[in-house]
Structure formats: C-alpha cells, structure tokens
C-alpha cells in the first residue's frame, strides 16, 4: 500500500519556467512533510520541508503548498534551471519513524 | 567535518554469500535509518532504530538484519534469504523525537552476480 503518490514521473521544463509536482497522502498522523533532491549516484538532500500548520513555504526559488483538507501537497520551482535537473521526492513521517517516500519525479530543465 | 558516510561506494556479492554494509555519522544523532532504492519504486524502509540497543522493521525488512552497538554506527547485513538484494543502499540519521529532518549518506550499490 503506498501510503504517498507523486506526480507526474517525469517532467520536462524550460529554462525559467515553474516546475510542479504534486504528492498525496493518506496517512492523517503524518506532521512532517519533506522534499528531497537527489542527483544521479547520490544521497537524496533535503530540500525543503513544512508542517502541516502552515499552508506555504518559500526558501528561495523552492515553494511547498500545503492542503490539508485535501491530504494534499506540491513543490514550486520558480524560474527553473539546468542545475535544476535531478529526482525530487516528496516523503512524509510521524516524528522519528521512518519516512515514506513518493516513487519520485524526474526532472529535466532544457536550455 | 560533520555527515554519514557509507562504505563501500560499490560492492558485488555471489549469490548465496551475506554482506555487511557499513554507516557511521559524526552528527551526534540518536536515530538511524536504513533504506533501499530501485528504479521507479523511489525509498522503501528497511529498518531504523532510535537509540542505542534498540531497532525496529520498516516495510521491507525480510532478509535483512541490522545491530547497534554504538551511537555513531549502524551496519546492515544483506542476508542470503534477500531474494532480490541488488540496489542503491542509502543510511540516514536524525535526532530522535525532533522535526524528523533525516540526512542521508551517499549510498552503496549493491550489486549480486
């Protein structure tokens, strides 16, 4: 039972654009909500995160948009880059339990 | 230099033969984590423990087994029963009881021949 959905798996962007990806939950005991950048041979690196008393989050380029009602989350990529190019995850945990990942989106910005 | 290294980077096993891989963080974290990564299904939980002595199944712990002896380290041994145990091994760790933020190390691939 995969108990976070993530979409699309793949996404092609041009440079500048926004990226979106979304994920789903079922589990209403999740509070912590991840996303995680990795890079092809290497470790996933956290990107990003929100609780879900707070609607959105911003830290630079990255944004999360947090539904609650709708056990609804997504990740916003403003003015998208080529270094930008990777997997992202979104994950989702209760306190120190282990985190349950989305099968992940690949992301390519185009030049 | 605070992290998590994993070792080895690369690692091929025969068929029917265990391996043990190595994690060690220097973060002062209490809880470690281990995970296993395929193409397409994205992070599956192996096992994790919370404090030194202690650890408990994640979703896919059949034919694996783990120790932890020491705060800083967490080895997981990759049995013989792990019917299909080629793919990207990640370790993690976090404070236990915190935000749940867990940082990874760079992973090993495992690789059966």
């Known amino acids: 039972q995969q108990q976070v959905k993530q979409s699309p798996q793949s996404l092609i962007v041009q440079k500048g654009g926004i990226s979106i990806i979304n994920c789903a939950y079922e589990?209403?005991?999740?509070?912590?909500f991840p996303w995680y950048q990795q890079f092809p041979g290497k470790g996933p690196a956290l990107l990003i995160a929100?609780?879900?008393?707070?609607s959105e989050k911003k830290e630079g380029r990255f944004t999360i948009s947090f539904n609650k009602s709708a056990k609804q989350f997504s990740l916003h990529i403003m003015d998208s880059q080529p270094g930008d190019s990777a997997t992202y995850f979104c994950a989702a945990n209760r306190g120190a339990d282990g985190l349950t990942f989305g099968k992940g989106t690949h992301l390519i910005i185009q030049p | 230099d605070g992290g998590i290294t994993q070792s080895p980077k690369y690692l091929f096993r025969k068929e029917g033969q265990n391996v043990t891989l190595s994690c060690e963080q220097n973060l002062n974290h209490d809880a470690m984590y281990w995970y296993r990564q395929d193409p397409g299904q994205g992070l599956r939980l192996i096992y994790y423990?919370?404090?030194?002595?202690?650890?408990q199944k994640g979703d896919i712990a059949e034919g694996y087994s783990v120790s932890r002896e020491k705060k800083e380290s967490f080895p997981l041994t990759v049995t013989s029963a792990q019917k299909n145990p080629t793919a990207f091994y990640l370790c993690a760790s976090s404070i236990a009881g915190g935000s749940g933020e867990q940082f990874f190390g760079p992973g090993t691939r495992l690789t059966v021949l």
């Open positions: 589990n209403t005991a999740f509070d912590y």
């Open positions: 423990s919370q404090i030194v002595n202690d650890f």
């Open positions: 929100i609780r879900p008393d707070v």
